[in-house]
């Protein structure tokens, strides 16, 4: 008996608290809460009806009760005196935060320009036409920076080629190595050359001539370039390079120090300076022998001696290409061709890249879906960089923004929550929603309450949502 009117005292204040919870959107005027209103009070009515009938029969036939049988499965079974009484169960349904809005886009309207001036030779769309992520809107008159990109294309492909070429170079120095049956071919034709050489010069001393004293010439003065060169190498070494910055005396064998003889530094720079002059004064003598005996040779008629000279000079050529390496100085000459083609590349690959990027300016392109609102140009117009061409809105992301729900409702408001949006346009089509955003900041005050916004982002559907558009938004959260 005492539990009975307990569950009467807490069902009536449930429908207390619930009439007073769904008070104020009364007072806003929310149809929908009034509506569940008229239906909480009419669900009151019934439940203290009940529990005034469950009370008389608590008190008049409280044996009965404990004696009833329960009829299950076609026969009747008494009920076990120790089984607990059933407890009536009261489902509560899932609650709703009402609150009115508006449909508003999720970015707003974009004025789209070039980055670039020129002439408005191409203009794709109108107002009202629907776009695509991509898609080409407006083109400028492009001809010269189409044959801009053209030459940078053409420098870059002659880069790319030297590049190669100096590569190909490098890697033919680094790789190096003699070829034997060239040497060998070389080495017979010199043979060959010689002994014709011979043979004229035979035959100018007999015939006279002087041709022969002007070859012994050059062969002193080969020998003679060939000792200064040597001495030359010798003085100009790098392991020598000390001695330059070395301003102590050179002291002989067995000369008690200090010394006060020449310096290792004024030693070396005599050195360099004789050598510098010998391999000069040789260079000078062989190509005056080499004067002299084109001169003799000229003298001679008739002679052979001049074209066995020849052979044999051509052989001693070809032998010295086959037996000698690349040198460090033409392997740093060819490092350093691949440097500076590398860099040639890079620029011409940077112009092209410029190059391109201007063209690519010259074209208009949508950065999203969306509806051409308004075209601010015609066709023909020069434009300059900056000017609003056409403007775009983005129709495919749709968000209803509340403008008077309450916080008192406020903390059973979450991200990601589910919700329905009516419109006015579609009363009786609401549309799917998700939470996405709510307000840090109230928008207003409505009665004794602050209200905050709420976004709600909107699923596209078959109806035609348009900004502006009024309606309510249901959000839906559990007891």
Not at 1 to 21: A, D, V
Not at 139 to 151: G, I, M, Q
Not at 287 to 311: L, M
């Amino acid at each position: 008996m005492q539990s009975i009117k307990f569950r009467e005292y807490g069902i009536i204040f449930f429908i207390l608290f619930t009439l007073h919870s769904n008070f104020e959107k009364v007072k806003l005027g929310m149809l929908k809460s009034a509506k569940l209103l008229w239906i909480i009070v009419i669900f009151s009515g019934l439940v203290l009806m009940g529990c005034a009938q469950g009370g008389a029969v608590a008190e008049n036939d409280q044996a009965d009760l404990e004696s009833a049988a329960v009829e299950s499965d076609g026969g009747d079974v008494a009920q076990d005196e120790n089984e607990p009484e059933n407890e009536p169960v009261f489902s509560q349904p899932s609650l709703t935060i009402l609150a009115d809005g508006e449909i508003r886009n999720g970015r707003p309207a974009l004025p789209l320009g070039f980055e670039t001036s020129g002439k408005l030779i191409t203009l794709n769309v109108q107002p009202g036409d629907t776009v695509a992520e991509g898609d080409v809107i407006a083109v400028l008159e492009d001809d010269a920076l189409r044959d801009s990109v053209t030459s940078a294309e053409l420098r870059l492909t002659q880069s790319q080629n030297s590049l190669s070429q100096a590569e190909a170079e490098l890697d033919r120095l680094l790789t190096w190595e003699p070829d034997e049956s060239a040497i060998a071919i070389a080495e017979a034709n010199i043979a060959s050359a010689e002994t014709n050489v011979a043979n004229a010069r035979s035959q100018d001393a007999a015939s006279g001539s002087s041709l022969t004293q002007a070859q012994i010439s050059i062969d002193q003065a080969e020998r003679e370039l060939a000792d200064a060169q040597e001495d030359y190498d010798n003085a100009f070494s790098p392991g020598r390079e000390w001695e330059v910055f070395y301003d102590e005396p050179i002291c002989d064998p067995g000369e008690p120090e200090p010394c006060f003889g020449i310096t290792w530094a004024e030693r070396i720079k005599n050195d360099r300076d004789f050598a510098t002059v010998r391999l000069q004064n040789a260079q000078d003598q062989l190509r005056i022998a080499e004067a002299n005996y084109s001169v003799e040779a000229a003298r001679v008629s008739g002679n052979s001696a001049v074209n066995a000279q020849a052979s044999l000079v051509a052989s001693q050529q070809e032998l010295e290409r086959a037996l000698k390496g690349p040198t460090d100085a033409e392997i740093a000459a060819a490092e350093l061709n691949v440097e500076q083609a590398e860099l040639v590349l890079e620029q011409d690959q940077f112009s092209l890249e410029q190059a391109q990027e201007a063209l690519s300016q010259a074209e208009l392109i949508a950065p999203w879906d969306g509806t051409v609102l308004a075209v601010d140009v015609t066709t023909g117009a020069f434009i300059a960089a900056g000017s609003p061409v056409v403007t775009l809105l983005d129709t495919n992301r749709m968000e209803f923004h509340t403008t008077n729900l309450s916080e008192r409702d406020l903390a059973q408001v979450e991200i990601g929550q589910a919700a329905e949006v009516t419109l006015k346009s579609y009363p009786n089509d609401p549309i799917n929603g998700t939470v996405m955003r709510i307000g840090l900041q109230a928008s207003g005050v409505i009665g004794d309450a602050a209200v905050f916004p709420v976004v709600i982002a909107v699923e596209s559907g078959e109806q035609i949502v348009r900004t502006g558009m009024t309606g309510q938004a249901e959000i839906l959260r559990d007891n």
